[in-house]
């Protein structure tokens, strides 16, 4: 069946390092692919996106990477901040209407 | 630029009471309009979508229901709520499918 998971449920990274949150989708026909921060108490914030005919994506201090041979993505944060802190989820867009397939997040903890 | 609103923030109900959340969104015309469910540690659940004034679309069977009874006002609405009802609920919107969807900041419903 379709899914999208997180190879790692929780990330804790020194500021100023980069952050890599990583995701693996299974549905090969999902051509749309979504990071989102979501800060508790709030609902999810768009971050970037990404669709099929792209390897890579960037944006101001994330890179976004598909890997449509092992189905993998990853968002990387340069020079993380405290202000990253969050819980990050990965989104596929199979190509149903409305059919947004969310990962279940990672936490991403920034320690000064 | 858009905006999206949802109220209230909080709710705390008894089980078996009605319910009826809102949201509006301002800035954009046609969108699309969705309701999703997060429960604790979780991602997220969709639970409708709207593509126009009166369509609603049911994603998971419950006892919810959706309106929408304008072009950029979404309603969540239960006769009678259950303990299973508890949690955050999402409302977001999209210029259409394969677009990016945006959230509001959620409403957190606990159920006694």
């Known amino acids: 069946g379709e899914s999208v998971g997180l190879h790692l449920p929780t990330l804790s990274v020194q500021e100023g390092d980069n952050s890599i949150i990583n995701c693996a989708y299974s549905n090969s026909a999902s051509d749309y692919f979504i990071w989102y921060k979501q800060e508790s108490g709030k609902g999810p914030q768009f971050i970037i996106d990404?669709?099929?005919?792209?390897d890579k994506r960037q944006g101001q201090r994330v890179t976004v990477l598909l890997n449509k041979t092992v189905k993998h993505l990853s968002l990387q944060i340069a020079a993380t901040q405290p202000g990253d802190s969050a819980v990050y989820f990965c989104?596929?867009?199979?190509?149903?209407?409305?059919?947004?397939?969310f990962g279940k997040g990672t936490k991403l903890s920034v320690k000064p | 630029s858009q905006t999206i609103h949802q109220w209230p923030a909080t709710l705390v109900q008894p089980v078996g009471s009605p319910l009826s959340l809102e949201c509006t969104v301002e800035g954009t015309s046609n969108p699309n309009l969705y309701w999703y469910r997060q429960a604790a540690g979780r991602g997220l659940q969709l639970l409708f979508y709207?593509?126009?004034?009166?369509?609603i679309s049911s994603e998971v069977p419950q006892n919810l229901s959706a309106s929408r009874p304008q072009d950029r006002q979404f309603i969540l609405s239960s006769k009678k709520l259950l303990l299973s009802d508890s949690g955050f609920y999402l409302c977001?919107?999209?210029?259409?499918?394969?677009?990016?969807?945006?959230f509001g900041d959620g409403t957190r419903l606990s159920i006694l």
């Open positions: 709207s593509v126009g004034i009166g369509q």
């Open positions: 989104a596929e867009w199979g190509g149903s209407q409305g059919n947004l397939i």
């Open positions: 990404i669709r099929s005919n792209m």
């Open positions: 977001a919107w999209s210029r259409g499918e394969g677009q990016p969807q945006h």
